[in-house]
């Protein structure tokens, strides 16, 4: 069976999240170290979750199965949770293992994540420590009165402790003595704090089936993969009953009271749009005129537009890396592929990237490899390993380099860097395609985040550029884009261009109209402009001040982690350092989700919550990470 | 320790040897209209609707639902969910199934906003490709001769190879060639996807009768192929939204497997701002029909997701607020028969002249066709000739668009084509 599972990991699987990380050295008093992660599936929804983790994860002979029932929660059964609970998980959750149990949502979308993870689980953690942890002095001396001093325990960002308490207090005498069965072996460890966490996924099409165990499917794997989890967040942030839930994993700007912000620019662009009552007809497969114009004068610097530039308007920034990847795959494959890459034409993507890059660009018909970029260890720009990379990559491929504010990990090149980049580039013979998202967002200024672009421009590239309009101009949801091709002159940027509209017209047709004209309005007018340059810079200035509030919230918290990474990292993102673990602790403890790879998106860090914030970043990351 | 990057020697784009694209026939036609400076040039080329003045026409609806968006300040710009404005699938599905579909009571109906027709279609057939299959390989797909061009580049970019064609036209009557048309379904090997245009065919505007609906349907079952409609005119054909259905609603009657593409732009004149649906019927008799829709909800996402992200909003917004709201759902019926209206009454005037001027040859396909174009069976010479001499614009088979005429010109354009039929001897 672990061979027909193996059958199924798709080729091009995202890494898996990084598990715990090693046990804080003492801890264990020194004697033993504690055991390795367990895995269990809870049943039955959560043996969906089984063709996903073995074996990328776990080994399949490695994973174990618990039953921590949904109506057991619903009643509020506590006793039931404990007596049913498997003995090997309180076993190796007593010894200080952590213990990862996998869930599945139920097919019935409104009842949204399990309530076995969000309620069920965290009560047998509490009801572990308080008989064998590190808190289990309560149990030895019984039912004390003294709450003061008692840690906070939160579910759903509501303080759990007291309530939990005395239901523990007030248990069955079976399900006490079941619970304090372990304490001794708690104890030989040095009573370690208990470690359970919950990992859940969507729903998949095999709810419910019980055959699923031996059935591996492709689908599962896509539930739980990276790629998919930050809509597994955002499906739980909207069913959290919590007021004080944090959303911090949408790409989107947000102001200061958390509400979606329409520029004032944007909006009296759009009144004089709407009242000039413009018809509706097609625009041109290559997009509209005056916009590519605008935009490209914004990308490049008004009069320095190279020569022998073929631009057309996209989707966005989605589309136009697909589309970037679509002509790649059209004309830069077969002879021309790089060595290895199986007649594909060869797209390198930093590491980590934006989620989507790796899928746009093998949907398109590329192959996709990455470079070095990111030090976690120093949460910090790895230059030297990607100068290295970018040395020894195939002659002929594609990089792909994020313009300015990296997503996800905000970390960017310094001037200097770039130079040293542009070079490698050029001498390794690769071809550079820029993903420029966000333009004018990251420092407030459109030409400081176009340096690197320009000085690509200036190197000698034929720089390929992919532009958005998303958040610089916060119209997202019109998918406003550009994609620009340096071709060397007019007769080779015609052909580009054409080849760019026959691509486009069997998949769009042409693209839409309504966000280019308002792009068109904005930046056709010099009032309108200078207001929207204010405007954007009044974003990034935000964002830059969250980054400051919250730095100095997590010492007022008590932090005295290193966090400048935090203030040193630019644009929509910040790229916390925290594991996926201390992610899911603080989803379930704390009502504050994020993406499993620790992204905070800074736009959703407000003056009223990053108090909050750092409470809970300073409470799941105390006990070192 | 810096090294400084030395300006390299202009780098080759990657693209260098790109070689140009033949023109797309249509375009290329748009701009010789253009740069044509004769005073009383008439373009007959443009799938757009045009008023009697010959001016582009928005919905006086229309233009009001998006005032009203504009004034609100509860409007946000924010990304669409991946798959669309969930109000806007549910009342696209409803609008061509029609509002008490069994297909959407048991649930069988996944719906996604689309990138208008062409999106629909795209997204669509690459998920068939990635989910039939046809002993092991991809389904063939099959297309009408002739058909809408973009059905031919759509059919190999979504990964299906080279699209197939069944026989269509009768070139004689301009009408359905039934029977061929039927032989060819019928060769079809089980599993294969059968285009169909829902109405309005586009470019002959010819289409089947109801009774040769019936026909069709029977092969499609009995040879277990999975039609794929493509409804790009639904009320804009007849004028009646019901009537323009009747066919895709006859098909999922029969609670088989099927996909629809719909497109908003002619109907509602959104044509810029792409907005359509796409809709997976699910077969009768599937089991579990809520699991296998919600997974096919998800790899019809997962298709869109490295294609564009999300769909654009604005389009979707405008054609919820007319969709979604009774009174401006009823100014569009009328609006609708209005455009319909008009464009009839150009057939009929058309006629009319070709039969008084005494253009020789029989006419009627002109008031038997339906919709936006209208096939006339003028060879690409005398559609020179059209051009040349008379500086009247169409397509090089011959096709008209009917928006195109207005009542002060049709005598004019009936004239030029008795000219070109007497004067350019038909090459068969």
């Known amino acids: 069976m672990a061979a027909l599972a193996a059958a199924f990991v798709p080729p091009l699987l995202p890494p898996p999240p990084p598990l715990l990380p090693g046990w804080p050295g003492g801890t264990g008093g020194g004697v033993v170290p504690p055991p390795p992660p367990a895995h269990f599936i809870n049943l039955t929804n959560g043996v969906e979750a089984l063709p996903a983790l073995v074996p990328a994860i776990v080994p399949l002979d490695a994973v174990r199965y618990t039953r921590l029932q949904s109506s057991t929660c619903e009643a509020g059964d506590l006793a039931g949770l404990l007596l049913h609970a498997d003995a090997g998980l309180l076993m190796h959750a007593a010894l200080g293992g952590a213990v990862y149990v996998y869930d599945l949502g139920s097919r019935n979308a409104a009842r949204g994540v399990p309530r076995s993870l969000w309620y069920g689980l965290p009560f047998v953690a509490f009801a572990a420590n308080y008989f064998c942890g590190r808190d289990g002095s309560a149990a030895a001396t019984k039912d004390d009165d003294g709450m003061a001093g008692v840690p906070p325990v939160w579910v759903r960002g509501l303080n759990v402790a007291r309530p939990w308490r005395d239901a523990c207090a007030r248990l069955d005498r079976r399900a006490k003595k079941r619970m304090r069965y372990y304490r001794p072996f708690a104890h030989a460890m040095g009573s370690p704090p208990v470690r359970l966490y919950g990992v859940y996924g969507r729903a998949t099409r095999m709810d419910g089936q019980k055959g699923a165990c031996a059935e591996p499917s492709p689908l599962a794997y896509e539930r739980l993969s990276a790629a998919t989890w930050l809509l597994v967040v955002c499906f739980a942030f909207g069913r959290d009953p919590s007021p004080r839930k944090i959303n911090l994993g949408v790409g989107a700007y947000r102001d200061d009271d958390g509400a979606p912000y329409v520029l004032p620019s944007v909006r009296e662009a759009e009144a004089r749009v709407t009242a000039r009552a413009l018809n509706m007809e097609y625009l041109p497969v290559a997009g509209h005129a005056g916009f590519l114009s605008k935009a490209m004068d914004l990308a490049y610097g008004e009069g320095a537009v190279p020569e022998g530039l073929a631009s057309v308007q996209t989707l966005s920034g989605t589309g136009a890396c697909r589309l970037a990847g679509d002509l790649l795959a059209r004309f830069a494959g077969g002879d021309k592929a790089a060595d290895g890459a199986d007649g594909r034409p060869l797209v390198l993507l930093p590491n980590p990237s934006w989620a989507n890059h790796a899928a746009i660009f093998r949907d398109a018909g590329c192959a996709v490899g990455t470079y070095t970029y990111y030090e976690p260890s120093t949460k910090s720009l790895n230059l030297e390993g990607m100068l290295r990379d970018l040395r020894d990559a195939p002659r002929g491929a594609t990089v792909l380099l994020h313009a300015c504010a990296h997503n996800p990990t905000g970390v960017d090149p310094d001037a200097e860097a770039w130079g040293e980049i542009s070079a490698a580039v050029a001498d390794a013979g690769l071809h550079p395609l820029f993903d420029m998202a966000y333009q004018g967002f990251t420092s407030g200024d459109p030409a400081v985040d176009a340096a690197a672009v320009r000085r690509f421009v200036a190197d000698g590239h034929a720089v390929v550029l992919a532009q958005s309009f998303s958040k610089n101009f916060g119209l997202y949801g019109h998918r406003v884009g550009a994609l620009s091709v340096m071709t060397g002159d007019a007769a080779a940027a015609a052909a580009v261009s054409s080849q760019l509209c026959i691509l486009g017209r069997p998949s769009y047709s042409n693209p839409p109209l309504h966000g280019v004209r308002l792009v068109d309005e904005v930046l056709g007018d010099a009032a309108l402009a200078a207001q929207w340059r204010e405007e954007v810079a009044g974003m990034a200035t935000r964002i830059a001040g969250m980054r400051t509030a919250l730095v100095a919230a997590l010492a007022d918290a008590g932090s005295t982690a290193d966090w400048r990474h935090v203030t040193d990292q630019n644009g929509m993102f910040c790229y916390s350092g925290m594991s996926a673990d201390t992610v899911a602790r603080l989803a379930a403890e704390w009502s504050v989700y994020l993406t499993s790879n620790g992204r905070i998106s800074m736009a959703g860090v407000t003056s009223k919550n990053v108090g909050y914030l750092a409470e809970a970043m300073h409470a799941v990351t105390k006990d070192g990470q | ?428």
């Open chain 2, 1 to 428: 320790m810096a090294t400084t990057a030395v300006a390299p020697a202009k780098a080759t784009s990657v693209f260098a040897d790109v070689p140009e694209a033949p023109a797309d026939p249509i375009l290329g036609l748009n701009s010789a209209f253009l740069a044509d400076e004769a005073p009383n040039k008439i373009s007959l080329g443009v799938g757009a609707f045009r008023t009697d003045e010959g001016k582009p026409y928005v919905l006086p609806v229309v233009k009001r639902v998006e005032q009203q968006l504009a004034a609100d300040p509860a409007t946000n710009h924010e990304y669409l969910p991946i798959d669309g404005l969930p109000a806007f699938q549910k009342l696209s599905a409803e609008l061509i199934l029609g509002k008490d579909s069994k297909a959407m009571k048991d649930g069988r109906v996944v719906t996604i906003q689309a990138l208008s027709g062409t999106g629909a279609l795209r997204v669509g057939i690459t998920f068939l490709g990635r989910f039939l299959r046809t002993s092991g390989s991809p389904p063939a797909v099959y297309i009408p001769t002739p058909t809408w061009s973009n059905h031919r580049n759509i059919v190999p970019d979504a990964g299906l190879g080279a699209a197939r064609t069944y026989r269509y036209l009768d070139a004689v009557s301009g009408g359905v060639d039934l029977p061929s048309m039927l032989a060819d379904l019928s060769d079809a090997p089980a599993g294969s996807v059968i285009v169909l245009h829902g109405c309005a065919h586009n470019p002959t505007g010819a289409d089947p009768s109801p009774a040769q609906w019936a026909d069709i349907l029977a092969v499609v079952q009995s040879r277990r192929l999975i039609p794929f409609f493509d409804n790009a005119y639904q009320g804009f054909a007849s004028g009646d939204l019901d009537a323009d259905a009747a066919s895709v609603r006859l098909f999922a009657d029969a609670g088989i497997d099927m996909v629809l593409s719909q497109s908003f732009a002619k109907n509602m004149g959104l044509y810029g701002q792409r907005i359509g649906a796409l809709s997976v019927v699910l077969a009768e008799g599937t089991p579990d029909v809520a699991t296998a829709a919600k997974a096919v909800r998800s790899q019809l996402k997962a298709v869109v997701r490295p294609m564009y992200s999300s769909p654009p909003a604005h389009g979707a917004r405008i054609a919820v607020g007319v969709l979604g709201d009774e009174a401006n759902y009823a100014e569009w019926k009328k609006e609708l028969a209005g455009m319909a209206g008009r464009i009839g009454d150009m057939r009929t005037a058309l006629k009319a002249a070709l039969d008084s001027n005494g253009t020789p040859g029989d006419w009627s396909r002109i008031v038997n066709q339906i919709g936006m174009f209208s096939y006339t069976g003028l060879s690409a010479q005398q559609v020179a000739h059209l051009r040349n001499k008379h500086h009247i614009y169409m397509t090089s088979n011959g096709r008209i668009s009917m928006a195109g005429l207005t009542t002060s010109t049709v005598q004019r354009v009936a004239d030029a084509m008795k000219d070109a039929v007497e004067t350019v001897v038909k090459q068969e």
